[in-house]
Structure formats: structure tokens, C-alpha cells
């Protein structure tokens, strides 16, 4: 009976040490992908976006993968010191989401040559650091022609951050889908110069407000005009994230940005082993932007009106930036039957016809 | 019974000194609570924010380098307190003297002249001068009140910088992204430890802090500010020039502010962005306070305040702590400072009403 009670003893010893092991060892083996973001993630926003991804890229690979994020991570010497850890605790694969920390990756990326990193919205890349950005863009253009379509006074208000081509690009794509169903049109545009900066964006949407226009749409992460737009009775379009909560009346729709997809198969093709350095800009067809669920004051025809331009934008058919485009001055800068090359989008400085006001230099 | 505070007629000494030490323990036990309440193992919680991010030579190096813009900024706001000159400005004179100083990069860019660094160090001392002097001219020629005005140039600086990198600071090749171009290696601060990024810069701090002391505790003009501070009319009735006092305690500010800025831009960020710091010039009005306005006590107080911010990090990285921890240490430290300062100079009596009524 000692024996048999020793053996099971053993047994059951070994087992549990197997078990252990294999536990561990299936610990060590998953993959390890970091994030940095800029902001907390809070419950909208640019960073709220690619927590979504994250979360989506756990639900996927979730048994073979483990994530880990870093928010508030200011741009400069702090983000290099925190890539650079997230590289060295055994992080495979590091996602940077934001633009600033560019030369930051670049930096921690040449001293750990073996591991993969990939900066979201900048234009560097090396061997083993890639570059991702939607098209928000094409995003915008739906936005423009809803926009475009709701407006009774035909001024449409801008509330932008910087005045870099990402933001120029949106303000004019946006332009663009409004001027496509409502030649009429013109967009005001204030620069608040910051990403976030609630009690700016308020003010700036006031402002525009007080200057006639009856859709405020903005290129910021705080959820501050959409609110504006609620309790001034005007309507508004988000970016970045669905904020219908903040705005049931006010909120048309949003031009947001889905990352699950592109994290996913990019963290597949490292565990695959075949991830290759590229600068990745996905847009409708890749799944990376979509409308946030249209307000029910929308009517059917503009709704079908901005599923067809959709299907049109994803199977190729159209650009936004399809010819002829002409600038505030009114000279034609993409010919009938043309459209803008990538490069030509990317370095974009001046705003098309529509727009009111100038550019700061 | 009713509570009474009473001042203590003779301040222990030996308390003055000890109430950061006491400050720092009852911020330690009360994160441990915090920990605990966080569901964390309070032990691995306390390693991952203490030992963990200067566990080997490269953290060590960080710590130095988040330190030494706090040590150097704090020691010389230090000089101003201790006169009762209350600059507020550090922040704004950090930002104009990393724009003079970068200014001198940009332009430079293509020169390997041994000079550019000590030319960019002096321009940033120079516009940390420029700022520091508005609020000082203003309060000696209007009296205007020195916290105000220094506290909003802050942001007019910020926003001066954040403009001109937005504009013909910019990188020509950036796709007119707001940043400047990247400096040469000439205007870049030398690594001193391979494999890390501890950079001249950081000795450059520790010797404005022996500067710092040697100015407040062994000059006349030191001692001048420090009586200044204590009794404004006694110090005018031994002929010290208010005025003049009021000059330096700004200018000391800006002076080590602004070459902060510049330690910045040509150490670990290598560029001009449209914001270079990460509220240096705030936290360093708490790193100066924390070390008693003594320069030895600002070197310790600093390095604390860089191993919180580390800290803060290396929770979530390892523990999935919000990035709010470390606000809370930093709020919790400078509480417990002030309550124990407070309970140093004064004390609380209990008194029954009954015995009153006797």
C-alpha cells in the first residue's frame, strides 16, 4: 500500500513537472508584439483605434502570441528608452503608433537588427522597420459627401491640428466628396495646432459655428466638437472613432480606422517567418477604413449614394483625387481622366478649390 | 476636544532634514497600498518600479539622463527661492535656449568644428537669459508680480518654438513634417558609457550643480540672497540691492533652464522638435523644494524623481500598471513633503472643551 501510494506520488510528481514545463515552455514560445502609444486609450481616439487592433490580434492569434502596450509615451528621448526596453524584454515584433517616434525606432531599431519593428504614419524605413498609415482619406471623402448633402448654409467647419499633407490631404478629400454632390460648397478650416487639446477644439468649433458652418468635422482626438456640435443644434462628423455616445443628434458619421487586420497578418508573417520591411498604406479595400453607422436623419439616398462611392473607391474604379482637381486659384493640378500618384498625396501643401483661407506657413 | 495648531517656537533642525526622508518613506508604504489595492504583488510591484529600470548599466545611464535636466534647472531655481524670487518660467526658458542652440545646429549643419557644441551651450544659456530678463525687468522696474509673468511666457515660448519648427526651422526634406533636420554629429553631445546614452551632457549638469553650490554657500552675493530670502528689510537696511538680487534669482533660472534645453535637443534627441521637453522646468520646481533649495540635496531629489518617471514605465511594462502611477507617486511625494514640513514648524494640540470652560 506505501509503495503503491509512493508510486502514485511519483507519478503524479513527473506529471506535474511535464505540466510545468510544457507550460512554461509554451509561455516562452509565443511571440511577444509591444505597442507604444501616445495617449491613454481612454474610449475614442487615435490610440483607442489601435487598442481595437490589438485586442483583434489577440482574439486571432491569441494562442500563440502575447501583446503588451506602453501609453503615454511622449515623443522624443522617452519613446527611444521605451522601445528600446520593449525590445530587449523579449519583444519580437513593436509596434510605434505614432508619428514622432519616427527617429526614435529607427535608433533602437539598428541596435537589435534581428527584431521587427513597424512605425505607423512616418516615411523612413530600413531593413527591419516598416511603415503603416491608412488611407484616411478615402475616409474623408465619404464624410465630404454627406457633408456636403446635410448642409443648409453650405458652409462646412474644419477644426485641423497641423498643417502637415496628412491633415492638408484630409481637409481636401474632405472638400472634394462635399463639392461632388454640392458645387456650392465652402469649408472654413481653424488650426488648433494640437492633436488633443479638448478646450481648443471647443473654441475652434464655436468659432466656426458662429461663422455659419452647420457640420463641424475635425482632424483631433478629443470628442470636444462633436459635444460643441450637440448643444449648439448643428450636426458634426467624428474621426478616428465612433462618437455617436457624445452626439446622438449631432453625430452623422465618422471616418474611422481599423487596424485589427493589417496587426494580424502582419504578426502572422512574422510568425511565419516571412514579414518584409514595407511601407504599407491600406485603405476601403484592405478593410482599414470604414463609416462609423450612419445617423437615421441621413436619408436613403445620400446612404446609397456613399455605399456605392465605397464599392467604387474599393474596386479601383475611383480615386478621390480623381482629375480634374483644381486649386484655390482655380488651376487644374490633376488632369481629367488622372488621378495623384502616392507620391504626389504624401507630399500634398495646398488646399483645392472650396477650401477658404490659407495654409500657415 | 478640539484640535488646535500652534507654531513650534523652535523648529527642529535635524526635522528640517529629515522631512524628505520621511516624505519618500510614507510615499513608499502608501504605493505599496496602492499596489495591493491594485491586486499586484506588492514586492513585485515595489521591484518593477524601484530596482527594475536601473538594474543594469544602460538603466543606470537613463537615470542620470532624465536627472540631469532636474539637477540643473532645480539648483538654479533653487538660488531665486531661496531669495523668495519665485520663477515659474523654467519650462518657457528651457524651450528658447533649445531654440537658440539648435538654431546655431541648423545652421552649422554641415561643419565638423569642434566649437558648435560650447557655441550652441552658450546660446542656449543666452536664451534662457532673454526669457528669464522679461519677467525680471518687469518686476524691478513695475513691481509686476514675477510668478505671473514668467508662468505665461511659458507658454508663449512653447508656442514661439512649436511655430518656428512648424516653419523655417523645418527639415526641407521632411515631407513638411514639424521637425528639424537631424543635427550633425558635431552638434551632438559624445556618448561617455558605450552601449548606453549617458552623454557629456550629464557631467556638464553635475558641474552646474557644484557651480550652483558653491555660488549659494561660499559667495557674498550667495549669502546676500539667502538673507534677502529670510528678511527682505534686513537685508535692505545692510545695503544689499534688492534689484540686483531680484536679477540673479531670475537669471540663475534661466541661465541653467535654457542650457538644459540645449543638453536636450543635442543629447538624447539629436533634433529640434515643436515641444522638447516633457515639463522639465515643472517638475524641477518639486525637485528643488524635495531637495531642501540645497544643491546636494537637488542632485538626490532629482535622481528620486527620474526613478519615479522610469518606474512608471518599467510598472506597465512588466506589471500592466496605468501610466497614472507615477503622477501619483510624484503628487504623494510633494504632499507628504508638505505635511511634514508643516507638522516640523507647527503642532497639534488636542484640547478638552471642559477645561476651557474651567
Not at chain 1, 475616409?139 to 491633415?167: C, W
Not at chain 1, 482632424?219 to 449648439?232: F, G, N, R
Not at chain 2, 518613506?25 to 491586486?39: E, H, P, V
Not at chain 2, 535656449?97 to 557644441?117: E, H, K, Q, R
Request: net charge neutral; charged share 15%; proline share 5%.
Amino acid at each position: 500500500m506505501t509503495s503503491m501510494k509512493k508510486h502514485v506520488l511519483s507519478v503524479f510528481i513527473l506529471l506535474a513537472c511535464v505540466a510545468g514545463f510544457t507550460l512554461s515552455a509554451s509561455a516562452e514560445d509565443k511571440l511577444k508584439v509591444g505597442f507604444v502609444y501616445i495617449s491613454p486609450v481612454g474610449d475614442a481616439g487615435w490610440t483607442y483605434q489601435h487598442d481595437l487592433g490589438r485586442l483583434e490580434l489577440e482574439k486571432n492569434l491569441g494562442d500563440k502570441i502575447v501583446t503588451k502596450y506602453i501609453e503615454s509615451v511622449p515623443e522624443g528621448p522617452e519613446a527611444e528608452r521605451v522601445i528600446r526596453d520593449l525590445a530587449k524584454s523579449g519583444h519580437d515584433l513593436i509596434f510605434t503608433t505614432s508619428f514622432g517616434y519616427m527617429n526614435p525606432t529607427l535608433k533602437v531599431a539598428k541596435m537589435f537588427p534581428k527584431k521587427y519593428f513597424e512605425h505607423s504614419t512616418g516615411y523612413k524605413t530600413t531593413k527591419n522597420v516598416g511603415t503603416y498609415m491608412c488611407r484616411f482619406y478615402e475616409g474623408r471623402y465619404l464624410t465630404g459627401i454627406v457633408a456636403g448633402k446635410m448642409t443648409k448654409s453650405n458652409t462646412l467647419g474644419y477644426v485641423a491640428a497641423f498643417p502637415i499633407p496628412e491633415v492638408i490631404r484630409g481637409i481636401n478629400a474632405f472638400t472634394l466628396g462635399a463639392k461632388s454632390v454640392n458645387p456650392d460648397i465652402q469649408v472654413k478650416v481653424i488650426w488648433v495646432n494640437s492633436w488633443f487639446d479638448p478646450g481648443k477644439e471647443r473654441e475652434a468649433s464655436e468659432a466656426l459655428i458662429t461663422q455659419g458652418a452647420d457640420v463641424i468635422t475635425h482632424h483631433t482626438d478629443s470628442t470636444a466638437p462633436t459635444l460643441t456640435a450637440e448643444e449648439k443644434g448643428v450636426y458634426s462628423i467624428a474621426y478616428h472613432s465612433d462618437m455617436s455616445k457624445y452626439g446622438p443628434k449631432a453625430h452623422l458619421t465618422a471616418a474611422t480606422h481599423v487596424y485589427g487586420d493589417f496587426y494580424t497578418k502582419t504578426t502572422q508573417a512574422v510568425l511565419d517567418n516571412t514579414w518584409k520591411s514595407d511601407a504599407v498604406w491600406s485603405g476601403i479595400k484592405e478593410g482599414s477604413i470604414e463609416l462609423a453607422p450612419m445617423n437615421p436623419v441621413v436619408p436613403a439616398d445620400v446612404v446609397a449614394l456613399v455605399e456605392k462611392t465605397t464599392k467604387a473607391i474599393a474596386d479601383g474604379s475611383f480615386h478621390p483625387f480623381q482629375g480634374p482637381v483644381k486649386d484655390q486659384s482655380g488651376k487644374v493640378v490633376v488632369e481629367a481622366g488622372k488621378s495623384l500618384t502616392d507620391k504626389d498625396l504624401l507630399g500634398m501643401s495646398y488646399y483645392v478649390e472650396g477650401v477658404l483661407g490659407k495654409i500657415p506657413k | 476636544m478640539l484640535l488646535k495648531i500652534e507654531p513650534r517656537s523652535e523648529p527642529s533642525k535635524t526635522m528640517k532634514y529629515m522631512s524628505p526622508l520621511i516624505a519618500a518613506i510614507l510615499m513608499l508604504i502608501s504605493g505599496l497600498i496602492i499596489f495591493t489595492l491594485l491586486g499586484k504583488n506588492p514586492v513585485e510591484a515595489f521591484h518593477a518600479f524601484f530596482i527594475e529600470p536601473v538594474n543594469d548599466l544602460y538603466g543606470i545611464g537613463e537615470l542620470f539622463i532624465k536627472a540631469s535636466p532636474l539637477m540643473l534647472i532645480g539648483t538654479g531655481l533653487a538660488i531665486g527661492f531661496r531669495a523668495s524670487i519665485w520663477n515659474i518660467g523654467a519650462e518657457g526658458q528651457l524651450a528658447v535656449g533649445a531654440l537658440f542652440g539648435g538654431y546655431i545646429a541648423i545652421i552649422f549643419n554641415d561643419s565638423n568644428s569642434f566649437f558648435i557644441l560650447p557655441l550652441m551651450i552658450l546660446a542656449g544659456a543666452a536664451g534662457g537669459i532673454v526669457w528669464a530678463s522679461i519677467p525680471a525687468f518687469l518686476k524691478t522696474v513695475f513691481n509686476a508680480n514675477e510668478i505671473l509673468v514668467s508662468l505665461m511666457l511659458n507658454y508663449v515660448a512653447i508656442l514661439l518654438l512649436a511655430l518656428l519648427v512648424h516653419g523655417p526651422l523645418r527639415d526641407p526634406d521632411g515631407y513638411g513634417f514639424p521637425q528639424s533636420v537631424l543635427f550633425a554629429d558635431s552638434a551632438i553631445l559624445p556618448i561617455l558609457i558605450e552601449g548606453t546614452r549617458f552623454h557629456a551632457g550629464v557631467l556638464v549638469a553635475c558641474a552646474g550643480v557644484v557651480i550652483g553650490w558653491i555660488f549659494l554657500l561660499k559667495s557674498f552675493t550667495g549669502f546676500q540672497i539667502q538673507v534677502a530670502g529670510l528678511a527682505q528689510k534686513a537685508a535692505s537696511y545692510a545695503g544689499f540691492q534688492y534689484k540686483k538680487l531680484i536679477w540673479i534669482g531670475l537669471l540663475s533660472g534661466g541661465v541653467t533652464a535654457g542650457i538644459a534645453g540645449v543638453l536636450e535637443i543635442a543629447g538624447p534627441i539629436g533634433q529640434l522638435l515643436p515641444s522638447v521637453s516633457p515639463g522639465y522646468g515643472y517638475a524641477a520646481i518639486i525637485v528643488a523644494f524635495v531637495g531642501r533649495l540645497h544643491p546636494g540635496g537637488i542632485f538626490l531629489s532629482s535622481l528620486l524623481m527620474a526613478l519615479l518617471y522610469l518606474g512608471g514605465e518599467s510598472g506597465q511594462m512588466n506589471l500592466d500598471l496605468p501610466a497614472a502611477v507615477t503622477g501619483i507617486f510624484q503628487g504623494l511625494l510633494l504632499f507628504y513633503l508638505l505635511a511634514a514640513d508643516f507638522l516640523i514648524n507647527y503642532r497639534i494640540r488636542i484640547t478638552t472643551p471642559q477645561q476651557e470652560a474651567i
